[in-house]
């Protein structure tokens, strides 16, 4: 009985691994396919350990770790790509508007085009730098007392 419910658990994993992977190339957008990769790390990879853990008793504790360090860092994961792709839309959206704000000029000479290394850099460097430096005086408080002193 207990080989029965493990090849089933398997089954299902597989399952779910298959409809992940279909999903995750079939999907249109970045978001609907992190979805769907996101069901095959919980639904399938729990079926399948759930299959292994129960024809194979001596690694459950095993498998039962494993399956705990991805319930927990799955999410991590999901979210730092989600948040990538939020930022990369911001970063387009930017270059959408200053294309439009020359492309009076693009459109006279017949050729549209934008420097997109230029409009990255140039649009985060101050960020960065003042980031540096809060990090700097929160830091060391009396590092930067010092410094206005003098």
């Not at 294309?99 to 000479?109: G, R």
Request: aromatic share 4%; net charge positive; hydrophobic share 50%.
């Amino acid at each position: 009985m207990v080989q029965l419910l493990g090849v089933a658990a398997l089954l299902f994993g597989l399952f779910f691994s298959a409809v992940g992977v279909i999903g995750v190339i079939r999907l249109p957008d970045v978001l609907t396919r992190l979805h769907a990769s996101g069901k095959v790390a919980i639904l399938g990879l729990f079926g399948l350990l759930l299959g292994a853990a129960l024809l194979m008793p001596s690694s459950a504790l095993r498998l039962l770790t494993l399956g705990l360090f991805v319930l927990l860092t799955s999410p991590v994961a999901t979210h730092a790509i989600a948040a990538s792709v939020y930022r990369r839309r911001e970063i387009a959206q930017e270059l959408a508007q200053e294309m439009a704000q020359d492309s009076a000029p693009a459109q006279e000479s017949g050729f549209a085009g934008v420097n997109v290394t230029a409009v990255l850099t140039r649009s985060r460097i101050q960020d960065i730098i003042e980031a540096q430096e809060r990090a700097l005086r929160h830091r060391r408080p009396d590092a930067a007392d010092k410094s206005d002193q003098q």
